[in-house]
């Protein structure tokens, strides 16, 4: 069974500064798909950004980009100038590529995230 | 935009009463999924269903139970609803590697 670990409950940083997010998984599997999501206090999750585990190249989304370290398992959330809107709780998740996904997201315990102003 | 409608944003249940949460997806998805929030713990999976019908227990199934009669609609139940049942529920359809939640259900059993 895959296990995703985000080691930060809460982190904390300046509007118009950078901060990132860990995440860590394991899985014996070698395709696979990873992803972050951000839950604003309206309880939507929303789709931030998505890797490929085939994809050598990190995805950038705007102001959000990741670091994919496929070899130590890692990968973490860079945000770039933020925002007040970015304060929400970020959860990172594992997908299978086998069985079409049909068995859900595999989640980490999530990171609150504070933009002091 | 594909849409995952919850029915109850907030529900209070008694100790014991059988409950049900009801989640509708106006795509034709597949694959759907009831998964349980609380805080520190992140989200963890119930039940999911690939079809009409077809039901699996994910992580925490104990003390819950679904029904997939039509390929729109997924339901949570609880049939003897107790108070550690008392959390965040999120549904969510997928189609591939595109997932859409609903806004959850949060319910507290007294």
């Known amino acids: 069974a895959q296990t995703v670990t985000q080691s930060q409950p809460e982190m904390s940083v300046q509007e118009a500064e950078t901060v990132t997010l860990s995440c860590t998984y394991d899985t014996s599997e070698s395709d696979y798909y990873l992803f972050w999501y951000k839950q604003p206090p309206s309880r939507q999750m929303i789709l931030v950004i998505r890797q490929e585990a085939y994809k050598q190249q990190n995805a950038t989304e705007n102001r959000f980009s990741v670091n994919f370290q496929k070899a130590a398992k890692s990968f973490s959330l860079k945000i770039s100038d933020s925002q007040l809107g970015d304060a929400a709780m970020y959860f990172c998740?594992?997908?299978?590529?086998?069985?079409?996904?049909?068995?859900?997201?595999?989640f980490g315990k999530g990171t609150h995230l504070i933009i002091q102003p | 935009d594909v849409k995952v409608t919850q029915s109850s944003r907030y529900l209070v249940k008694r100790t014991g009463e059988k409950v049900f949460l009801e989640c509708v997806q106006d795509?034709?998805?597949?694959?759907m999924f009831w998964y349980r929030q609380d805080p520190g713990l992140g989200l963890r999976l119930i039940y999911f269903?690939?079809?009409?019908?077809?039901?699996e227990k994910g992580d925490i199934p104990e003390g819950y139970s679904v029904s997939r009669e039509k390929k729109e609609r997924f339901s949570l139940i609880l049939e003897s609803a107790s108070t550690n049942q008392t959390s965040m529920y999120l549904c969510?359809?997928?189609?591939?590697?595109?997932?859409?939640f609903g806004s959850g259900t949060r319910l507290t059993v007294v």
């Open positions: 269903s690939y079809d009409v019908k077809m039901k």
């Open positions: 998740a594992y997908r299978s590529v086998a069985g079409g996904g049909a068995d859900g997201l595999t």
């Open positions: 969510a359809s997928a189609i591939n590697y595109g997932y859409t």
């Open positions: 795509m034709d998805h597949e694959n």
